[in-house]
């Protein structure tokens, strides 16, 4: 690829970037309220905490972060597919979400479990 020389924090995103800022900041406030009020309800905290990590990375590319905001963005939102309020079920959707995440970026977040 004829870019990978840039270094993605220097370019201007405009808009883009602020509202990443924006969602990014969202994320990190709200994590950990909904992981502390659902971490004994779900099987995948490792894989949140693995995401945000890989998230507050200086390293990662912006672009590649606002894919992991977005889904803990859906993780943290108590209104989306399936309430989370539904017994053993609330949580699939929230699930789905983060798994097609860890998928699409795959080997990249094995050095963010256990840090």
Known sequence: ???DNIDWREVDYGDNRDK???DKKAVEEGLWET???????????????????YMTDNRVQWY?????????????TPVDAIPDIAPLIGYLDDLGVITATLRYLGSELIPYYGK
């Not at 099987?43 to 945000?52: E, G, M, R, W």
């Not at 590649?64 to 943290?76: N, P, T």
């Open 35 to 53: 992981l502390e009020r659902s971490g004994k309800k779900i099987s995948f905290v490792k894989d949140v905490i693995a995401l945000f990590k």
């Open 20 to 22: 990443f800022e924006r």
């Open 1 to 3: 690829m004829e870019n």
């Open 64 to 76: 590649r972060k606002g894919i992991v905001v977005g889904a803990l963005v859906y993780f943290m």
